[in-house]
């Protein structure tokens, strides 16, 4: 079993709609966890930080953490199709050193 | 506040031959990690480098090697070059030390083996 699974889509959506990305996780030590988004060919961007459980916002974005069912979510509200890439979620244990990657998912919004 | 840059951009190489790849990290970071990304695959943890010292590996064997210069740039070394090399290789700096493990990665060097 994969230390971290992610539905790598592709998922497609119209301009303006709300997505929502996934990704599960089975190491009950992980308490760093991270959304990056990558455009093609290129290293990813960082768009979300969050330590332990809950919710956190940065504008359209909203990750949310749920360690009890080791299951995190990043929503991504007014869909633009700038926000068209690849979304990887990533998380560490205790010392935050070693970060598991999911293998990400492609989303595609259409004008 | 300068990024994460990493050098060169694209390289071919030939199998069994050695590579060496840098990265410097972001102004203000002091820890390097270094990944593997294969096409349609999420980066792969190869190992990280604070304090000069690597701090952690993933599950690469010995001919990945490193290297972290006082500055906090870095250096990633891979040995006898195998087909299955061929990926984008990632650096990512944090700070160690601080209040979050944030990593900030840089546009990676393409790495193809033939």
């Known amino acids: 079993q994969k230390e971290v699974e992610q539905d790598p889509g592709p998922l497609s959506v119209p301009e303006g709609a709300i997505v929502s990305l996934n990704c599960t996780y089975s190491n009950s030590a992980f308490q760093y966890f991270m959304w990056y988004r990558q455009y093609s060919r290129k290293g990813p961007e960082l768009l979300m930080y969050?330590?332990?459980?809950g919710n956190k916002e940065d504008g359209r974005f909203t990750a949310q953490v749920d360690k009890s069912s080791k299951y995190i979510s990043l929503f991504i509200r007014d869909s633009q199709p700038s926000d068209s890439a690849t979304y990887l979620c990533?998380?560490?244990?205790?010392?935050?050193?070693?970060?598991?990657f999911g293998t990400g998912t492609s989303l595609t919004v259409i004008p | 506040e300068t990024g994460v840059t990493q050098s060169p951009t694209h390289l071919i190489k030939t199998r069994g031959q050695q590579v060496t790849l840098r990265c410097s990290s972001q102004?203000?970071?002091?820890?390097v990690s270094w990944y593997q990304q294969a096409l349609g695959q999420g980066p792969q943890f190869i190992f990280q480098?604070?304090?000069?010292?690597?701090?952690g590996r993933g599950n690469f064997p010995p001919r990945f090697s490193g290297l972290q210069f006082p500055n906090y740039s870095s250096e990633l070394n891979v040995n006898a070059l195998e087909l299955d090399d061929s990926a984008l290789y990632l650096c990512?700096?944090?700070?160690?030390?601080?209040?979050?493990?944030?990593?900030?990665f840089g546009p990676g060097t393409r790495l193809t083996v033939t």
């Open positions: 480098y604070y304090r000069e010292e690597e701090n």
């Open positions: 990533a998380m560490s244990a205790n010392t935050g050193n070693q970060f598991y």
């Open positions: 102004s203000g970071h002091n820890t």
């Open positions: 969050t330590y332990s459980s």
């Open positions: 990512a700096s944090s700070l160690t030390g601080g209040y979050s493990y944030e990593q900030y």
